[in-house]
């Protein structure tokens, strides 16, 4: 990740949802987001049969999560897979919006099952999911969560969001750190 990208994200994420009228420690519906970006949201089952959906997870566990489309009309669509549980859902969407924030375009073409595929390189993979933990997990709403005791799948469950979202932005953003240590200090 290029330097000083986590303390941007963490600004870029601050501003979004002061826009949306949100304090740090406010839950993020992340369909407000999309709106407010002008991204239109769809569940991939409109748009193909579910018993498609299903036999592509059947094939290939986890295969597809979510995909944006930027189309010739000028809309950016979302589509997810309606398979997942609402928090990885959650997740997901906020990581396609994390692209469409950052302005990433598709700079590399993969060859998978002799299909090519438009994809963002790993750096912006690795950016968008930073911003969306941002979007969804603010370090300010962490702390407080974390001094009250709240573990990762508590942080989840309260805010929608996958286990392993919560898990990588308490340990990520030092907040697990911070609170063991300030636990210590006070023993």
Known sequence: MRRGFKTEAERLAERQRAQLGLRPTDPLKIIDLAKSLGVEVYSASELVGRAALEK???LQPGAFSAATFHLPDGRTVMVYNPLNEPGRTNSDIAHELAHVLLDHRLRELQKIGGHTFFACDPEQEEEANWLAGCLL????????????????????????????????RLNASGVTLQVRRSSRSRA
């Open 56 to 58: 592509l997870e059947g």
């Open 137 to 168: 997990l603010p370090r300010p709403l962490l702390l407080r969560e974390a001094y009250s005791g709240a573990d990762a799948e508590k942080i989840a469950e309260r805010y929608q969001v996958s286990a392993p979202m919560a898990r990588f």
